[in-house]
């Protein structure tokens, strides 16, 4: 029986210094991404095998890299740098990364801006 099963880590939360205006870059704020990873992760729901999962401290660790050690204007570039690496590094079928900016400087009352991106294999 072939399963599809998907591994999701949901509002992480950095501190970061991303965007285009120069407050945004000095001041910095915060920074959430989603992440969910698509794939074939049976073997790990029956064996409790963690050789056959996907180590989300592993999926946490290259996040918290990516959005903490580069410096970026947009949260598009972010989300598929992430993106990315998790394919790269996981050799994952599916990945989805959403990222969001808590009340970005709009000029007005805005809960987040978010950019969300899929890719697949």
């Known amino acids: 029986m ?12 950095f501190y970061t210094y991303h965007g285009v205006y120069a407050a945004e870059q000095e001041l910095g704020q915060r920074l959430e991404v989603d992440v969910e990873v698509t794939g074939e992760f049976g073997v790990a729901a029956t064996n409790d095998s963690i050789e056959a999962a996907i180590n989300y401290v592993a999926v946490y660790d290259l ?34 990364v959403r990222v969001r900016k808590p009340q970005p400087p709009l000029g007005g009352i805005v809960d987040y801006s978010q950019f969300e991106i899929t890719l697949e294999a």
């Open 2 to 13: 072939r399963s599809v099963t998907k591994l999701s880590l949901h509002n992480m939360v």
């Open 63 to 96: 996040v918290k890299e990516v959005v903490t050690q580069q410096n970026y204007q947009l949260i598009e570039r972010i989300g598929k740098v992430i993106a990315e690496q998790i394919m790269n590094q996981f050799q994952v079928p599916k990945v989805t």
